[in-house]
């Protein structure tokens, strides 16, 4: 055959890596597997089979975790953590070092294992799954190193309990235990029932490298092993998985006080604008759907490409799908491998099987005889609310639509509940630069897709969950502020039954609601007594319809989270301004209503505060992460959104300006429940505010009953975010109704906050996204 000929057939011999390595490790280590716990294997207990899914053989038998099992393991880790955060940054960074290198010199073991458990072709878990874990070690080890110098003020969290799924095994546990131990946690691993042999493998590594006792436990099993690491005394949970398990680990967890961070799934668009080099955007797309059999949570499953293109790279796309190679994913000429479990094909069929309308397109391509394989999948023709443009089918289906302008090309790819990533294709410049920032995805690629790297954040938005795992980013959800929090004390509103007018002429406070003074939807209002029980004035009793109102006077608001730095700067600047010169009146009410002589102190740091926030607006700034490609990793921060604040009582000025500002800074509209014991000096604050060029929306002020407020907050689909810091604590009542949209919350848990100091960093974190751009950079 000549090279000409080969070239037009691209028929290509197979050539097949050697299975024998892995399964004599296997066979080494007795082919049961117990659990890692405290540093030693357990016996195996009673468990099931892990198969290989591309020919249904028995790998290994793993043991199925007990309760006993996962306690021992949390009091493995629990034990360990002390003396391991103790060891400081740069001990530890000796530790994950070793460990990297460790995984390098067993590298293809890795990855034979990786794609005899999951199905994955060996081309993949070779050069991305494993050289990925490895590089998320050794970036983490750097992060140990600089902990006790960059991250001053920041510790460990504690104990975290890791769950994560089938896709990317290794990775997936890298992504967990790097930055975890480098922060000096411990950590309770399970991984997925489907895949858990690299982790064991892991588990030996852990032991080779020295890894002290306790700090990397692994126990084995289904979601029910998951549920009891998630009810167990653990600091942390982090998730990788389906939205619908988040979703219930965001209502276990409510209140508990645990930190959470949640990676759920996609139905990422992949935009092709008319202008984009057309053979690159197919070679793209094969990686973005066909790459892990379109088993990954950021897959670019929907395809939206522009009109005036579209019949002619279907027909390109279609060509492409008809070369793919099918097959025995240990063969390194395969580009597409084993569904992960015959219950994955199940569910994959199942959806397709469903669809009624749109035009199917199979890769006419030879299938394996047998094994757990399912054919490149191409659907045209579907309209945006059709269940497949919308649900996740997590395999290698694209479901693909058209767009006519920019414009309609943005709303498509943003009509999802979703907001993992999205991909887009462009030669030009300016195009790319104007939609990436439009597109709501925590990770966005421009001309390329799936990159990940350990310097830079990935994560979502939405329902694609809340975190980011990488880069400096990521190491926020591994750390917490150091130092003890103490007990929230409740305060009671003064009780008082005198009628006496407060002033010569009555004046009730209203609400503020889109820059307008607003009476309660109830029509009711409750007086508010000093501490001797002299009436001070009347403020409305807010209620749903009033928390609706204010949403969608914050939502109307939208313009202001695309003004400047500058201009916000400029606007708190001059709210202090305004404040300063009504100092006194202030302060007189802020003691009035309390009893007590703070109130100056207190309008002194909340001016303090705003000044803060109006420095930090134009400077709380992202970062480029030089990632080891020919791109650049822009990690920009976007404003959450609306942001629901139940104010605290002890410092009713203060701690309403300390989250205010900050958020608006940031371009948050925000809706604030005053504090519920002395609310009228924020009822006082809307004259501030009308003076000070504030937009009308971005501010809005409710005053009645928190749990009531809150409720509907917290339950509200408009609303980004709910902070609580309320006197009643309302902790887990928010975070449990939150659970529906998965909204981001930030709650007391009856912990007290300390608001004499200048904690501005928290509220600017809290108050933003953060957003991985990757354009190509560089030669
Ligand atoms: P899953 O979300 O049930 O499993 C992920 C991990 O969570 C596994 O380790 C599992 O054992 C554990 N788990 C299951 N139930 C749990 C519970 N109640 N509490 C704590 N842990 C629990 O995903 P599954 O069933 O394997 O796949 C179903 C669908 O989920 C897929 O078809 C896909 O659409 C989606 N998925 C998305 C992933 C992503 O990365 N976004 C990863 C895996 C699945």
Redesign the pocket.
């Known amino acids: 055959m000549t090279i000409k000929e080969i070239f037009e057939t691209m028929d290509y011999g197979p050539a097949p890596e050697s299975a024998a390595d892995a399964l004599a490790w296997l066979v080494d280590m007795g082919d049961r597997f117990g659990h890692f716990i405290n540093g030693e294997f357990t016996a195996p207990g009673d468990g099931f089979d892990s198969k290989n899914p591309a020919t249904g053989e028995v790998l290994a038998t793993l043991s199925q975790a007990t309760q006993g099992d996962v306690d021992a393991a949390v009091t493995a880790a629990r034990k360990a953590q002390g003396p391991w955060a103790a060891l400081g940054g740069a001990g530890r960074a000796r530790y994950i070092y070793a460990i990297a290198r460790l995984m390098q010199k067993h590298a293809r073991l890795f990855a034979v294992l990786e794609t005899m458990d999951n199905g994955k072709p060996i081309r993949e878990a070779r050069d991305i799954d494993i050289p990925l874990a490895q590089r998320h070690f050794y970036y983490h080890a750097g992060m140990a190193q600089l902990q006790d110098s960059e991250l001053q003020g920041r510790e460990a969290l504690g104990v975290c309990g890791q ?6 095994p290794l990775l ?1 546990l890298a992504w967990k235990v790097a930055p975890a131990i480098a922060m000096g946690n411990t950590v309770v691993l ?5 895949t858990s042999l690299t982790a064991l493998l892991f588990a030996d590594i852990c032991r080779q490298a020295g890894l002290p006792k306790g700090v990397v436990n692994i126990v084995t ?7 009891m ?2 009810n167990a005394d653990v600091d942390k949970i982090a ?8 979703k ?2 965001r209502a ?1 967890t409510a209140g508990s006080g645990k930190a959470l961070t949640l ?4 139905k990422s668009p992949y935009i092709v604008f008319d202008d984009a080099d057309l053979d690159s955007a197919v070679e793209g797309l094969v990686d973005a759907i066909w790459f892990n059999q379109g ?4 897959a670019g499953s929907r395809l939206l490409v522009q009109e005036t293109i579209a019949e002619k790279f279907h027909a390109r796309l279609r060509a492409r799908m008809d070369k793919l190679r099918i097959g025995n994913p240990l063969d390194k000429c395969i580009d597409v491998g084993a569904v ?1 479990d015959p ?2 094909h199940a ?2 069929s199942e959806l397709v099987g469903a669809c009624t309308e749109g035009d199917i397109h199979q890769a006419a391509i030879e299938m394996p005889a047998s094994g757990c394989f399912y054919p490149p999948t191409l659907i045209e023709g579907l309209t945006p609310s059709d269940p497949l443009m919308q ?5 290698p289906v694209l479901v693909s639509t058209t767009f006519r302008t920019h414009a309609e090309a943005i709303e498509l790819a943003n009509n999802t509940r979703y907001g ?1 990533a999205a991909t887009l294709w462009t030669e030009n410049v300016n195009l790319a630069l104007e939609v990436a920032p439009k597109l709501v995805a925590g990770v966005v690629w421009v001309n390329a897709t799936n990159l990940f790297d350990a310097a830079a954040g990935f994560g979502g938005v939405r329902e ?1 969950g809340f975190g980011r795992e990488g880069g400096w980013a990521g190491l926020m959800a591994y750390t917490k502020p150091a130092g003890k929090v103490a007990k929230l004390a409740p305060i009671a509103a003064f009780e008082g039954s005198s009628s006496e007018m407060p002033d010569a002429i009555d004046r009730t406070a209203k609400m503020y609601v889109g820059g307008k003074q607003a009476r309660p939807d109830s029509g009711y209002s409750k007086p508010v007594y000093g501490p001797k029980g002299k009436l001070l004035g009347h403020v409305g009793i807010g209620s749903r319809k009033d928390v609706r109102n204010a949403v969608e006077a914050a939502a109307g608001a939208k313009a202001w989270s695309k003004t400047t730095g500058h201009l916000r700067a400029q606007i708190l600047y001059y709210i202090a301004e305004n404040l300063s010169a009504r100092a006194d009146e202030f302060a007189a009410r802020i003691d009035a209503m309390t009893g007590k002589k703070g109130g100056k102190a207190e309008v002194e740091a909340s001016l303090d505060r705003l000044f803060s926030a109006a420095a930090w607006a134009d400077k709380f700034d992202g970062s480029a992460a030089g990632v080891p490609m020919r791109a650049v990793a822009l990690a920009m921060h976007e404003p959450v959104g609306s942001i629901g604040v139940l104010c605290p009582d002890e410092a009713p000025l203060l701690g309403l300006i300390s989250a205010m500002a900050p958020a608006i800074a940031m371009g948050n509209r925000v809706v604030l429940a005053a504090s519920e014991a002395f609310p009228l000096v924020a009822t006082d604050l809307y004259q501030v505010l009308e003076t000070s060029d504030l937009p009308a929306g971005v501010v809005n002020i409710l005053t009645g009953p928190h749990a009531d407020l809150g409720d509907t907050m917290a339950k509200h689909l408009n609303l980004d975010a709910v902070w609580s810091f309320s006197g009643a604590d309302l902790s887990a009542k928010l975070e449990a109704a939150s659970a529906g949209n998965l909204k981001r919350t930030w709650v007391n848990n009856g912990t007290a906050f300390d608001w004499s100091k200048d904690q501005s960093r928290r509220f600017l974190e809290a108050a933003t996204e953060v957003k991985t751009i990757w354009v190509p950079y560089g030669e």
């Open positions: 769950i994560i799924p089938w896709n990317f997936m399970k991984p997925a029932e489907y099993g289904d979601g029910a092993v998951g549920e690491i998630v998730f990788t998985g389906s939205t619908e398990v988040g219930r680990i276990a990676e759920l799934g996609g088993q990954v949570c950021c992960v219950v994955q569910r994959i649900e996740e089918i997590f395999g993992l694609s």
